[in-house]
């Protein structure tokens, strides 16, 4: 029988001292260069950390771990692949790169058709298609809408939103003729969003538009006051609600020249 002494497990001043399963262990300094020791499997250890001198540290499994570069500068990640630092696109660098190298454009979601039928109350009923798309930050909505009577309406609403926060807004009907429209918000504190639009037509006529809006419970509320060219005033209050895939629309008031505004509307989307 063989007896070990306590004093026989210490480490001797040089050398290497054993671990439980009697493997090499090496104490790692992190003061010094990264140098192999072995853990309690016996495997190599290296010192993990960035890249000194422009040579690769290792990490716990031996593979090298690269200090990541200046943007659009191919770096290595611990598996060895490459890694893109990815920054927005400015005018000087041009678009930026994904960790798979790929450029980065700015997202355009392509465009949209819905269809569906429509009643009016003073049209009657016909059927609809609008399609919605966005093309360098513009959103466009076209709308085609054909009655039974065999009546066609279209029109082309293009929408803009300036650096001040409001709107540009074009409108282009069937006949080819385009009104402008400039609008801009201010929140209330009731909740309300009080609006002021101008709008020219193509003929050069200014229609300037003011008035409130109100979203309570899925319902949109309108009160607008409209004033024209020649000085006329039209009041007119407007609701629309939705339910599903069916929107109804309201609008009553006074018209220009005094005749009173009553339509309704009711659109049915179905794809």
Same mark, same amino acid.
């Given at each position: 029988m063989?007896?070990?002494?306590?004093?026989?497990?210490?480490?001797?001043?040089?050398?290497?001292?054993?671990?439980v399963?009697?493997l090499?262990?090496m104490?790692?300094?992190?003061n010094?260069?990264?140098?192999?020791?072995?853990?309690?499997?016996?495997?190599?250890?290296?010192?993990?950390?960035?890249?000194?001198?422009?040579?690769?540290?290792?990490?716990?499994n031996?593979?090298?771990?690269?200090?990541?570069?200046?943007?659009l500068?191919?770096?290595?990640?611990?598996?060895g692949?490459?890694?893109?630092?990815?920054?927005?696109?400015?005018?000087?660098?041009?678009?930026?790169?994904?960790?798979?190298?790929?450029?980065?454009?700015?997202?355009?979601?392509g465009?949209?058709?819905?269809?569906?039928?429509?009643?009016?109350?003073?049209?009657?009923d016909?059927?609809f298609?609008?399609t919605t798309?966005?093309?360098?930050?513009?959103k466009?909505?076209?709308t #085609?809408? %054909?009655?039974?009577? !065999?009546? *066609?309406? $279209?029109?082309?609403? +293009?929408v =803009?939103?300036n650096? /001040? &926060? @409001?709107?540009?807004? #074009?409108? %282009?009907?069937?006949? !080819?003729? *385009?009104? $402008?429209?400039?609008? +801009?918000? =201010?929140?209330?504190? /009731? &909740? @309300?969003?009080?609006?002021?639009?101008?709008?020219?037509?193509?003929?050069?006529?200014?229609?300037?538009?003011s008035?409130t809006?109100?979203?309570?419970?899925?319902?949109?509320?309108?009160?607008?006051?409209?004033?024209n060219a020649?000085?006329?005033?039209e009041?007119?209050?407007?609701?629309?609600?939705r339910t599903?895939?069916?929107?109804?629309?309201?609008?009553?008031?006074?018209?220009?020249?005094?005749?009173?505004?009553d339509?309704?509307?009711?659109?049915?989307?179905?794809?």
């Open positions: 063989t007896t070990i002494h306590a004093a026989s497990l210490m480490m001797p001043r040089h050398g290497v001292a054993p671990n399963k009697g090499p262990v104490k790692l300094d992190p010094t260069q990264p140098s192999a020791g072995a853990n309690l499997q016996g495997l190599p250890v290296m010192k993990v950390g960035p890249a000194d001198g422009g040579k690769p540290a290792a990490n716990a031996g593979l090298p771990v690269m200090k990541l570069g200046s943007p500068n191919t770096s290595a990640s611990a598996n692949l490459p890694v893109m630092q990815v920054e927005p696109e400015n005018a000087n660098s041009g678009p930026c790169a994904n960790t798979n190298g790929l450029p980065i454009m700015q997202v355009d979601p465009s949209k058709t819905k269809s569906g039928t429509v009643q009016s109350s003073t049209d009657g016909g059927s298609t609008k798309s966005t093309v360098d930050g513009h466009t909505v076209a #085609t809408v %054909t009655y039974a009577d !065999g009546k *066609t309406v $279209t029109h082309e609403r +293009s =803009t939103l650096p /001040d &926060g @409001s709107k540009t807004i #074009t409108v %282009t009907n069937g006949n !080819g003729k *385009t009104k $402008t429209i400039t609008e +801009s918000e =201010t929140k209330n504190t /009731d &909740g @309300s969003v009080s609006i002021d639009k101008q709008v020219t037509k193509a003929n050069g006529d200014v229609t300037n538009v008035g809006v109100m979203k309570v419970n899925g319902q949109t509320e309108k009160q607008l006051t409209l004033t020649k000085g006329q005033t009041t007119v209050d407007s609701t629309s609600s599903g895939n069916i929107v109804m629309h309201s609008r009553t008031g006074t018209g220009y020249d005094g005749h009173s505004i339509k309704t509307s009711t659109w049915t989307t179905y794809a």
